[in-house]
């Protein structure tokens, strides 16, 4: 199973989003940890399961190849503050997320279904067009 940490798991252009956003994020006077890069279909499929079959609470609503990160185009992160990880000061990830956007990333905490620590770059592909094969690496939106 893999469940990298690792920018460089990332396609190159999101990769390029991902060290930019840490650097704003730096610029603005915030640590970020990231969390989560690419998983493998085995990865995402444990970690849908939390909650459901498994013990633990539900952290994510994607099975296996229904999320961003199994295409190398998400990582997720957490900003850091004094060495210990801040999940609940809204106010902090609100500028998080205004700084992934500012780097070209979609932040998932202004969706619906919010998902604070979730960042991503699609070029405007979905997961049909993921699974079609293909790449925001060649695609032009």
Known sequence: ???????????????AKCYA?????KAAGIDVVITSTYRDIESQNAIYAQ????????????????SF???RVAFDFVPVVNGKAIW??????QHCGNLGRSV???WGGGWGFQDKPHMQSTNGLQLADFKAGKSPE????
Do not use: Y
């Open 21 to 25: 956003f840490i650097a704003a994020c």
């Open 69 to 71: 990160h199994n295409w």
């Open 51 to 66: 909650g459901r079959t498994l013990p633990g609470k539900v952290v994510t609503k994607a099975k296996g190849g229904d």
């Open 104 to 106: 070209g990333l979609e």
């Open 1 to 15: 199973m893999i469940n990298s940490r690792d920018p460089n798991a990332l396609l190159p252009s999101v990769r």
């Open 88 to 93: 609940d000061d809204d106010q902090l990830w």
């Open 138 to 141: 060649t695609w032009v939106a």
